[in-house]
């Protein structure tokens, strides 16, 4: 088919350029503008220069909780995509149930992230949540209020509730894709089940999985809302990870600046890591 | 007249983003003579365009400078000349 070029049609991309620039740009040169300057309130700034990009490099508090958050995603990473994949295997691919599966995995990813992180936290208190009691009921010594490793694996948890279904449902989507003609020839070779998912299963999720990764990565990396309500970032600041930082550096001590370039560093980092992960993707597809 | 004083410019931001926009507006004019965005395969092995080009030289001096402001702090010429180069190399061999 052969396309009319008509330089007319730019007239309806100006509506989508205006609100990206209302609601990205703007605020997105207003935190450029703010990195590079000390404010103290009322509209009135100081030229500071590259002095607040040094600070965050170089602050041990940045470090650290860069270090949280790698590690936050590294370990939902780890968890989610094989056990969305085992799921979403398991499920029926024909039949009443495929409904009712579908509708419960669809569940946890509807419940908006402060009812999530509530819900978790009433949960897994010790003296009083069905988690917490039963934990400790087991002998194991639990409070997620007062020790890291506890408030670790709980947010770690949380996190895999909320989220694994995602991963299930992209799964799913993959392998229902795959047409029959496949199994049957892998039966007639007499393939076994760990030879199907190897050499057709995973190759035709290769692209939701893909998707996955990068959409898990995306929203594990800027998590803040679940974490600050189940655990506020402690205890101590052991669950602090960069947004959450991020937002008591800016609202609680209201050090605009230092958090302007924290931003932008966080902002850089995203970009960086999408980007890798979108070349893979179109590479793969390539392939 | 529009107040933007909460927006907080200064001068070299603003010289910040009139240089984003002319490079943006020189893809354009570059983009109408030279019609296609010059697709290749890459030293990285990655099939870029133009503008891909473009993307990685601002996203790699960003990080020039910033591992330069971390380790060694101001001035910045030195990460200055170091974009330009890599940004030459990225246009020329990636």
């Not at chain 1, 809302?225 to 959450?244: D, R």
């Not at chain 1, 302007?260 to 392939?287: H, K, P, Q």
């Not at chain 2, 001096?61 to 380790?71: M, N, T, V």
């Amino acid at each position: 088919m052969n396309k009319t070029p008509n330089p007319k049609a730019w007239l309806f991309v100006i509506p989508v350029v205006v609100l990206v620039a209302f609601n990205a740009l703007i605020p997105l040169m207003t935190v450029v503008n703010y990195s590079v300057q000390e404010t103290f309130g009322d509209n009135v700034f100081f030229w500071e220069g590259m002095k607040w990009f040094e600070e965050v490099l170089r602050s041990e508090r940045f470090h650290e909780s860069f270090l949280r958050q790698i590690a936050f995603t590294g370990m939902i990473l780890v968890i989610e995509i094989p056990l969305g994949i085992a799921i979403a295997l398991a499920m029926p691919r024909k039949g009443p149930w495929v409904s009712v599966c579908l509708v419960l995995m669809a569940l946890p990813l509807l419940i908006p992230w402060n009812v999530v992180g509530a819900m978790w936290n009433i949960f897994a208190l010790p003296d009083i949540g069905l988690l917490g009691r039963m934990i400790n009921g087991l002998g194991i010594d639990y409070n997620f209020t007062q020790q890291p490793v506890s408030a670790w694996s709980t947010t770690v948890l949380m996190d895999v509730w909320h989220w694994t279904s995602l991963v299930v449902l992209l799964s799913y989507a993959g392998l229902s894709a795959i047409p029959d003609a496949y199994y049957q020839a892998a039966k007639i070779d007499g393939a076994n089940a760990w030879a199907v998912f190897r050499f057709i299963q995973l190759p035709k999720m290769k692209r939701v999985l893909t998707i996955a990764i990068l959409l898990r990565f995306m929203d594990s990396f800027m998590i803040y809302t679940e974490p600050f309500v189940l655990t506020g970032g402690g205890p101590g600041n052991t669950t602090t990870f960069l947004s959450i930082d991020l937002v008591k550096i800016a609202l609680g001590q209201f050090d605009l600046g230092p958090a302007a370039a924290m931003s932008l560093i966080y902002f850089l980092i995203v970009l960086l890591v999408s980007w890798i992960f979108y070349t893979l993707m179109m590479r793969g597809e390539e392939n | 007249m529009i107040d933007l004083s909460w927006m907080a410019w200064t001068w070299p931001t603003a010289a910040f983003f009139v240089f984003i926009f002319l490079c943006l507006s020189a893809m354009a004019v570059w983009e109408r003579y030279d019609p296609g965005g010059s697709p290749r395969r890459g030293v990285l092995g990655l099939d870029t365009t133009r503008g891909d080009r473009l993307f990685i030289s601002l996203l790699g001096s960003a990080f020039i400078f910033l591992a330069y402001l971390g380790f060694f702090g101001t001035p910045l010429w030195i990460p200055l000349g170091i974009s330009i180069v890599y940004g030459f190399a990225v246009f020329k061999w990636v």
